[in-house]
C-alpha cells in the first residue's frame, strides 16, 4: 500500500520560503511520476508541479514558475518542492500525490495522495 506523508508547511511571510517533503512507502519509488498540488478554502484542488519518473522532466502551474521548484531524491524516497517569493494566494493545503508511470513525463491522474501540509503566507 502506497503511503505519502507531507511535512514542511507553516506560516510564513510573504516574499519568504519553505521546503515542503513528501516521504514516500509502500513502493518502486524510482517508478513513480510524483506531484505536488493545493487547495485553498472554497476552492478546487489545482495542480502546482510535477517530476516524472527519471526526474528529467519537471512541470509547473504557470502561476508557480519561477518560484517553485520540484525534486526527487530516489535513495531517500522523498520528493520536496521548494517555495520562494511566497504570496499570499500561495496559502493552502498542498498535497503530495503519486502515479507509477512507465512513460516518462506527466501522468494524467494521480493515484495516491498524501494527507496534506497546510502553508499559510501573511501579508
Known amino acids: 500500500q502506497v503511503q505519502l506523508v507531507e511535512s514542511g508547511g507553516g506560516l510564513v511571510q510573504a516574499g519568504g520560503s519553505l521546503r515542503l517533503s513528501c516521504a514516500a512507502s509502500g513502493l518502486t519509488f524510482s517508478s513513480y511520476a510524483l506531484g505536488w498540488f493545493r487547495q485553498a478554502p472554497g476552492k478546487e484542488r489545482e495542480f502546482v508541479a510535477a517530476?516524472?519518473?527519471?526526474?528529467?522532466?519537471?512541470y509547473y502551474a504557470d502561476s508557480v514558475k519561477g518560484r517553485f521548484t520540484i525534486s526527487r531524491d530516489n535513495a531517500k524516497n522523498t520528493v520536496y518542492l521548494q517555495m520562494n517569493s511566497l504570496k499570499p494566494e500561495d496559502t493552502a493545503v498542498y498535497y503530495c500525490?503519486?502515479?507509477?508511470?512507465?512513460?516518462?513525463?506527466?501522468?494524467?491522474?494521480?493515484?495516491?495522495w498524501g494527507q496534506g501540509t497546510q502553508v499559510t503566507v501573511s501579508s
Open positions: 517530476i516524472s519518473w527519471s526526474g528529467s522532466r519537471r
Open positions: 500525490a503519486a502515479e507509477r508511470s512507465t512513460y516518462d513525463g506527466r501522468p494524467l491522474k494521480f493515484g495516491s
